[in-house]
C-alpha cells in the first residue's frame, strides 16, 4: 500500500472520529443539553407519579382496595342500606346509604383518596358518579363488592 492510500485512510479516519457521537460528547453545551433533557424527563415523571396518586382509576379490584385499606390513609365509604352494615362491613369504614349519598357529600372528605363500597359492586360505581359529580377527584369503586372483601378473607366487623 502506498504511502498516499495509507494518508487518505488515516484522513477519513479522522474525519469520521471528529464527525462522530463521541465527538459530540466532548464538546460542553451537548454535554449541558444532554443534562437538561435527563432532568426534564426526571421531572415529568415525579409531576407524573404524583398527578397519578390523586386521580385513582375509575374502579379497583378488591385486592387492590384491601391494598389501599391496610395504608391506612384512604376513606372506606360504603353505600349500602343500613341493615346490610348491621349484617357486616369493613372495619373504619363509613356508612352513608346511596339514597343519601348526593345530600350528604359534604360528610366525605375531599383531602384524602376514596374508595366506594357495596355488596356486589353495582351500587358503589353509582355513589362513585355521584362524589365525582360533586366535584371530587379522587375518587374509586371497589369492583366486587364486600362479598367478594369477605370471601377473600380481608376484615369483617361483627
Request: aromatic fraction near 6%; proline fraction near 4%.
Amino acid at each position: 500500500m502506498s504511502k498516499k492510500s495509507t494518508s487518505r485512510a488515516a484522513t477519513r479516519r479522522r474525519e469520521y472520529q471528529n464527525n462522530s457521537l463521541g465527538s459530540f460528547l466532548r464538546h460542553p453545551a451537548a454535554q449541558l443539553g444532554i443534562l437538561a433533557v435527563a432532568a426534564l424527563v426526571i421531572v415529568m415523571l415525579i409531576i407524573g407519579a404524583n398527578s397519578g396518586s390523586g386521580n385513582l382509576a375509575a374502579t379497583i379490584s378488591t385486592q387492590d382496595a384491601y391494598a389501599l385499606y391496610q395504608q391506612g390513609d384512604t376513606f372506606f365509604l360504603d353505600v349500602r342500606e343500613q341493615d346490610e352494615w348491621n349484617e357486616y362491613h369493613a372495619p373504619n369504614t363509613t356508612l352513608i346509604p346511596l339514597g343519601e349519598l348526593a345530600s350528604r357529600v359534604s360528610e366525605v372528605p375531599k383531602d384524602r383518596p376514596i374508595v366506594v363500597v357495596c355488596r356486589s359492586g353495582n351500587r358503589s360505581d353509582e355513589g362513585r358518579d355521584i362524589l365525582k359529580q360533586a366535584g371530587f377527584t379522587n375518587v374509586t369503586s371497589m369492583d366486587g363488592g364486600l362479598g367478594t372483601w369477605r370471601d377473600l378473607g380481608y376484615p369483617i366487623e361483627p
